[in-house]
C-alpha cells in the first residue's frame, strides 16, 4: 500500500511539472519544421493544451503516467545497458592426461607410427573433435566464462535512430576466440596462454542503426557479430547442453567480421542477408593473426555471402532458420584453420611454422544450415520441447592434409583414408563434403528440474575439415544434462556425454621436443567411446 500511494504520489507531481508546459508545446508546434519528431510534438501539444480547464483529461494524464510512467519514456529513449553471466564448473575427461615433467607412455600403431608394433612410445592425448577446452584429459575446475555485455539497443519506432553493441568474454573458454598462431595452441612449445583464465576475448563489437522503409524498417550491424549459422552459440548457458556439440565445433564459424541488414517482413516471417571477410573467427582472412596484411586468401580477395530465413508460427511455438554461407574465392574453416608445416601429422610441432590450412586455398566453398525448436501443444503445460540441425557443404579446394604423403598409399589405403590409387606426390586435390545432423529433447518436470538430451552425427569424407583427422570419418555425440533452477538467476547443469568415432582420440609424438624417427607425429588412434562429465554453475545479471 504505502509502495502505491508513494508512486501516486510521484505521477501527480509529474503532471503538475509538465502542466506548465502545454502553451509552451503548443507554440512549439507552430515553429517546428516538417520531419523529425515533430508529430509528436504536435500530438503532446494538443493533449497538454485540452488539460487546461478539463478534469476528464486531468484523469486519464494520471492514469497513463500512473500506468506506465517513466518506463514508457525510458522506454523510447533506452539508456545504455549492461548485462552478462559468471559461469564456473568442475569437469573431467576419461583420458589419461599428462603430468608435470611426465608424458603418458603408448603402445605404438606400427601402421600409423613406424615403429615395431608395442614399442612403448610417449606420446600426447589430443581431442581434436572437441573444442580445446572441451577436451582437456583429466579433471580440472574452470573458469568457463565471465560474459560482460554493453548496448545502447534500438527501439521499436520506425524512424533513424543508432545504437551500439558490444560482448566480451573472460576466462578459459576466452582461447576459442584466441588464434593458435598467437597463443603458442596446437605447437610443441604450447605455452598455454589460451587456457589462461584471464584471457580475453572479443565476441562482438558492432555499430547498429535503423533505416526507414515506408512503414517498416531495415535493422543494419557493421562490424563483429556472432555468427547466426547453427543452433548452438558461444554463450554456453543459452544453450540446452554444457559442452559444445560437435556441429557448432568443426562445421560452424562463431564470429564474423563485415555487414548485415535485418528485415521483418511480418509477424512471422524474417530475412537476414550478410557480407562478410572469408576469415571465419578472425578480424581479416588469410592467416589467422588477425588477417595479417590483407584480406586474401592465395591472391583472391575472400568474401563471404550468407541469407537466414526466419519463420515463426503465430502462436510462437515453433521456430525454423533456412540459410547458407556461399563463398566463391574459398573461405578460412571452423576453428583457426592452420596445420603445422613440419613433415608431419601433428598436434604438436616442432621446429616449423603454423602455416594456413588446405581450406586457405581458392574454391568454392558453401554450407547449408536448418535447424528450429517445436513444443507440441498436446503435452500438458508446454513441458516438452524438441529442436534440431541439419548441416551440408563442399569445398572444391581441398588438399591432403601435411604428412598423411610420407604414410604411402598402401598404408592410406589400410587405414581407409583415401584410396591408393590417384594419390598425386603432394597431395589430393579435389572436392570435400561434410553433413551432420543433431537433435535435442528438452523436458521441465516443474519450474525447477529439467532433463536436456542430445544426439549428433557428423560426417566428412576427406581431408581437413576436421582438423588432425584421418578420414573418411563418421563420429557421434550423446549428452544428457540435468538442469536445476534453484533461484532467481542462478542454474547449476550436471552433465554426462559420451562421444565415438574412427580415430576420435589420437596420441601425437614428439614427447619432449623429441622429433619421431619415422617423421610422422601420429603414433596412435582409438575410436571410443569416450566419457565426458561436468559440474556447471551459472549466475547471470
Not at 600403431?109 to 608395442?118: D, K, T
Not at 581431442?127 to 521499436?156: C, H, W, Y
Not at 616442432?350 to 517445436?374: A, K, Q, R
Request: hydrophobic residues 40%; negative net charge; aromatic residues 14%.
Amino acid at each position: 500500500m504505502n509502495r502505491r500511494l508513494c508512486g501516486k504520489g510521484i505521477v501527480w507531481g509529474f503532471g503538475l511539472l509538465f502542466l506548465p508546459l502545454g502553451p509552451l508545446w503548443a507554440a512549439d508546434e507552430a515553429q517546428a519544421p516538417s520531419g523529425g519528431s515533430a508529430p509528436e510534438l504536435s500530438a503532446g501539444a494538443g493533449d497538454a493544451g485540452a488539460l487546461q480547464g478539463s478534469p476528464e483529461e486531468m484523469d486519464r494524464l494520471q492514469k497513463v503516467l500512473e500506468e506506465q510512467g517513466i518506463a514508457a519514456a525510458q522506454a523510447q529513449n533506452p539508456g545504455i545497458k549492461l548485462t552478462g553471466y559468471v559461469e564456473a564448473s568442475y569437469t573431467y575427461n576419461l583420458v589419461n592426461a599428462p603430468s608435470f615433467n611426465q608424458v603418458p607412455v603408448i603402445a605404438a600403431n606400427p601402421a600409423i607410427s613406424g615403429v615395431p608394433r608395442g614399442t612403448p612410445l610417449p606420446a600426447y592425448p589430443s581431442m581434436p573433435l572437441r573444442f580445446t577446452t572441451d577436451g582437456i584429459p583429466g579433471g580440472s575446475f574452470n573458469l568457463n566464462q565471465l560474459k560482460v555485455a554493453l548496448e545502447k539497443a534500438l527501439t521499436d519506432e520506425n524512424k533513424w535512430q543508432a545504437g551500439f553493441r558490444v560482448d566480451a568474454i573472460f576466462g578459459q573458454d576466452a582461447a576459442l576466440g584466441e588464434p593458435d598462431a598467437v597463443t603458442g595452441n596446437g605447437s610443441f612449445n604450447n605455452t598455454g596462454i589460451g587456457f589462461n583464465s584471464s584471457g580475453i576475448f572479443l565476441e562482438q563489437a558492432y555499430v547498429q542503426f535503423k533505416m526507414p522503409v515506408g512503414d517498416k524498417s531495415i535493422e543494419f550491424h557493421i562490424g563483429q557479430y556472432a555468427s547466426p549459422i547453427g543452433l548452438e552459440v558461444m554463450e554456453r548457458p543459452a544453450n540446452f547442453n554444457f559442452s559444445y556439440g560437435i556441429l557448432f565445433n568443426n562445421f560452424e564459424p562463431f564470429t564474423m567480421v563485415g555487414g548485415e541488414a535485418i528485415y521483418k517482413i511480418d509477424d512471422c516471417w524474417t530475412t537476414r542477408v550478410g557480407l562478410t571477410n572469408g576469415g571465419w573467427n578472425v578480424s581479416r582472412s588469410g592467416y589467422p593473426y588477425y588477417g595479417m596484411v590483407n584480406n586474401m586468401i592465395n591472391s583472391s580477395n575472400a568474401v563471404v555471402l550468407w541469407q537466414m530465413i526466419d519463420y515463426v508460427s503465430k502462436d510462437k511455438l515453433f521456430l525454423n532458420t533456412f540459410g547458407y554461407a556461399f563463398a566463391p574465392d574459398g573461405v578460412n574453416p571452423p576453428g583457426f584453420g592452420t596445420r603445422p608445416m613440419t613433415g608431419y601429422a601433428g598436434a604438436y610441432n616442432y621446429g616449423g611454422d603454423i602455416v594456413p590450412s588446405p581450406y586457405n586455398d581458392n574454391g568454392l566453398f558453401m554450407e547449408f544450415n536448418d535447424f528450429g525448436t517445436w513444443i507440441p501443444k498436446w503435452v500438458k503445460d508446454q513441458k516438452l520441447e524438441f529442436a534440431y540441425e541439419l548441416v551440408g557443404g563442399f569445398s572444391n579446394a581441398a588438399v591432403l592434409p601435411a604428412g598423411l604423403p610420407q604414410m604411402g598409399g598402401s598404408t592410406l589405403s589400410s587405414l581407409g583414408v583415401f584410396p591408393a590409387a590417384g594419390l598425386p606426390p603432394g597431395g589430393y586435390n579435389g572436392s570435400t563434403s561434410f553433413f551432420g545432423v543433431s537433435i535435442y529433447q528438452i523436458y521441465k518436470f516443474n519450474k525447477v528440474f529439467s532433463m536436456a538430451w542430445r544426439e549428433q552425427f557428423d560426417h566428412t569424407n576427406s581431408n581437413q575439415i576436421f582438423s588432425n583427422y584421418l578420414f573418411p570419418a563418421d563420429i557421434w555425440d550423446v549428452t544428457v544434462d540435468w538442469r536445476f533452477d534453484l533461484a532467481d538467476n542462478f542454474m547449476i547443469r550436471i552433465e554426462n556425454r559420451m562421444d565415438y568415432g574412427k580415430g576420435f582420440l589420437t596420441y601425437y609424438s614428439p614427447a619432449e621436443g623429441i622429433v619421431p624417427s619415422s617423421g610422422n607425429g601420429l603414433a596412435a588412434m582409438s575410436n571410443g567411446p569416450f566419457w565426458f562429465f561436468a559440474l556447471d554453475m551459472v549466475y547471470s545479471y
